[in-house]
């Protein structure tokens, strides 16, 4: 049954404690009416005031208190995350409306976030794509030419200072080939594709290990063949992100990254024990805001914990 307005409310008692106290003191008034006195009078109106007043206290308290409960509700809600499951809304209609029409907005916001993001994630992966295509396809078949006719030129030159020059540009051509080669690796991980995540983060590890000269560490427990293309690459990313982080930012010597699976649950752990941070503009170069984005497109939560000297650990639960 709906419960009436505020407004329906309060008057309605009021109504009620103005005619008990017009009978009362109609009834103080009759001259047979033992509490003709003025002080009966004044002692039954006192009463009648003092218990309107007690019941209006009342009233607009109990009527108030969801209003209140809504207000901490809007003030302390959490943008960074999928808005948490609306409680049974209580109290008047009005306040009902509010909060009703209230998280309707926050799904509607939550729904445009999420589209909107997904939408640029989506567009810069297939930008990433298209680069990585074109350093491998055309940039790197360049100079594999250019090395083949600069070792054709070094067999037939007679000067051996010349062919020792050519020799070592060839050898820069090599290594920017390399490079090259890493650089479209890590737009678009070919690993991920071919061979699923948990041989991607450990081809991701093994580098970080090699290249950064840093103890690196992948463990990985459970089935992950069944898990979606989408959730797959973003856990990669984040893993890739946490990684780069520890590697550049944080100084840290040990690194470790942990997958967890089990069903359709995913956990993802990239703990390291570097510098650590404390926030604030720390955390937006370090691109946690750009993490939890990504999580959030798979219907994950993010969670970054963190202080100076302490290392970080990031954790994705998708």
């Not at 006192?46 to 218990?51: E, I, R, T, V």
Request: with cysteine; net charge negative.
């Amino acid at each position: 049954m709906r419960r009436g307005t505020l407004l329906t409310q309060v008057l309605l008692v009021n109504l009620l404690l103005i005619a008990a106290a017009v009978i009362a003191a109609s009834i103080a008034s009759n001259p047979d009416s033992a509490f003709r006195d003025s002080t009966s009078i004044g002692l039954v109106l006192g009463f009648a005031l003092s218990a309107t007043v007690a019941v209006n206290i009342w009233l607009l308290a109990q009527r108030f208190e969801p209003l209140e409960r809504l207000a901490d509700e809007m003030e302390h809600v959490d943008l960074s995350g999928p808005p948490a499951p609306p409680a049974v809304a209580e109290g008047p209609a009005e306040v009902v409306t509010i909060e009703r029409s209230f998280h309707a907005m926050l799904e509607r916001l939550e729904a445009e976030r999420r589209g909107a993001a997904n939408a640029a994630l989506n567009a810069q992966e297939r930008e990433r794509e298209r680069i990585a295509r074109d350093l491998h396809d055309e940039v790197n078949q360049a100079l594999t030419a250019l090395l083949l006719r600069l070792e054709a030129v070094r067999r037939q030159t007679e000067d051996p200072e010349a062919a020792s020059e050519l020799a070592e540009i060839g050898s820069l051509i090599s290594s920017a080939m390399s490079e090259l080669l890493d650089l479209a690796r890590g737009l678009r991980p070919t690993t991920l594709d071919d061979l699923g995540l948990k041989a991607a983060l450990a081809t991701l590890v093994e580098g970080v290990e090699k290249e950064a000269g840093m103890r690196a560490g992948f463990e990985a427990e459970g089935d992950f063949e069944d898990l979606p293309d989408d959730v797959q690459l973003v856990t990669y990313r984040v893993a890739q992100e946490a990684v780069t982080n520890a590697v550049q930012h944080a100084g840290a010597r040990h690194l470790r990254v942990r997958l967890i699976g089990g069903g359709d649950a995913l956990e993802l752990r990239v703990s390291d024990d570097g510098v650590g941070y404390d926030g604030g503009r720390a955390a937006e170069k370090l691109g946690i805001a750009g993490m939890r984005e990504r999580a959030l497109l798979c219907g994950g939560a993010l969670t970054v914990e963190s202080e100076p000297g302490a290392g970080t650990r990031v954790t994705l639960r998708a």
